[in-house]
Structure formats: structure tokens, C-alpha cells
């Protein structure tokens, strides 16, 4: 028992002098912890908005892909109904007769050149109208409708027009096809869009086809043509 005793002292000093001996935790550990730990859940936090973010965007983008689906399944519709002969179209009206942008009375005149009759030589394509020009203001003044036309104009001056008619409430732009030669006539007006394919031979040779119309509602907003070119 004595043995036993003796041997438990032992022991417990043993341990005493351990604990005594161990090198206490550096300075300032506990604050560089809670440090880390803020730092974490600050990370932890911008993390989790991102990903909400994240979600956001995915809706949004999934929303858009639906309505591109729905525009181009109304557009593959109008298509199936209508044969190649039926979607053509001629848009030149007698009742306006030809005008030359920049003439006077003619101001509003947007040109852009392109070689659409694949000759070697580019063209010019013209959209005018008689919006009159505010000098105060720097600006056209618009009514409620105009006549306008879009013409190919060779180097020689020879002109072929593409459209020539009265425009209600709306606007007509024009864009090249990329994928080919030809231009698309952009006809906004508050119910939505028609667009317009024009291809050019030559001089007095074109075709116009209807190759899209899109509705849109009155809250809607225009993107900005040269977006597309």
C-alpha cells in the first residue's frame, strides 16, 4: 500500500510539473480568430447575395429565351402560311413620287453603302423623309405620318427605290444582311414591327419579301438600329 501510495504522488507531481512547464497560447491568437471568423462570415454573406444574384439572372435569362421561342414560332408560323409568292410584296406607292435625300424639304437623309449586287462596286442606300429640321433646337420635328422612301443609288446617280409610301406613327430604318447581299427595310410603327428583306440585281431589279412581324405592346421600348449593324 505504501508502494501504491508513493507511486500516485509521484504521478500527480509529475503532471503538476507538465502543466507548469507548457508554453502558454501566443498573444493575440483569440483576436486574430475572431477576426478570421468575421472575415468568413463576411465572405460567407457576399457569397450567398451572389448566388441570389445569380438566380436572378438565370430567371431573367430564361424569361428572354421564352420570348425569343414565342417570336420565333409566331414568325415560323407566318411563314408556313405564307408561300414565297405570297410574302412578296411591293411597297412603292404612285401617290408619292420619288425623292432625293438632302434635297430641300428633304433633310432627314440616313445613308449607308454596301455592294449589294455583288459587282465589285458598292452602293449607296438612302432613307429620307420630309421631317422638317429645327434650327433652335437642332432637331427634327416629326407629324404623325410622312412619306418615305429607301432607294439604291449607283456611282453613276442611277436610282432604284425600294419603298416609297406614307409612314403613320411610325419610322423606317435599314440594316444590310449580313448573311447576304441585300438589306432589311425596318418599318417601327406603335404596334410592332415589320421587317422587310429587299435583295438588288441592278439597277431597276429587286424583290421584297415580308420576312418578319413582330407585335409589341405600347409599353414597349426601341432598340437602337445601329445595335444591329
Not at 486574430?32 to 463576411?42: F, Y
Not at 441570389?52 to 402560311?81: G, I
Not at 410584296?89 to 437623309?109: C, D, K, Q, S
Amino acid at each position: 500500500m505504501r508502494r501504491a501510495s508513493v507511486a500516485t504522488l509521484l504521478a500527480a507531481t509529475a503532471a503538476v510539473f507538465v502543466a507548469c512547464t507548457s508554453p502558454p497560447p501566443p498573444p493575440g491568437t483569440s483576436m486574430e480568430v475572431e477576426e478570421l471568423s468575421a472575415q468568413v462570415a463576411e465572405l460567407t454573406a457576399v457569397n450567398q447575395r451572389l448566388e441570389a444574384e445569380n438566380r436572378e439572372l438565370e430567371a431573367r435569362v430564361a424569361e428572354l429565351d421564352a420570348k425569343v421561342k414565342e417570336l420565333e414560332f409566331r414568325n415560323q408560323n407566318l411563314a408556313d402560311r405564307l408561300s414565297p409568292e405570297e410574302r412578296e410584296v411591293n411597297l412603292i406607292n404612285p401617290r408619292f413620287p420619288p425623292a432625293v435625300g438632302g434635297e430641300p424639304g428633304w433633310e432627314y437623309h440616313q445613308v449607308l453603302s454596301a455592294d449589294l449586287d455583288n459587282d465589285g462596286v458598292e452602293e449607296r442606300v438612302s432613307v429620307t423623309t420630309n421631317a422638317f429640321w429645327m434650327e433652335d433646337r437642332k432637331e427634327f420635328g416629326w407629324d404623325d405620318g410622312h412619306p418615305w422612301h429607301v432607294y439604291v443609288e449607283e456611282p453613276d446617280g442611277t436610282r432604284t427605290y425600294l419603298f416609297s409610301d406614307w409612314v403613320q406613327l411610325g419610322k423606317l430604318d435599314v440594316i444590310l444582311d449580313r448573311e447576304g447581299p441585300g438589306v432589311f427595310i425596318v418599318y417601327r410603327r406603335d404596334g410592332g414591327m415589320i421587317i422587310y428583306r429587299a435583295t438588288y440585281q441592278g439597277p431597276g431589279q429587286f424583290r421584297t419579301v415580308r420576312s418578319y412581324q413582330i407585335p409589341l405592346s405600347y409599353s414597349a421600348t426601341w432598340a437602337n438600329p445601329d445595335m444591329f449593324r
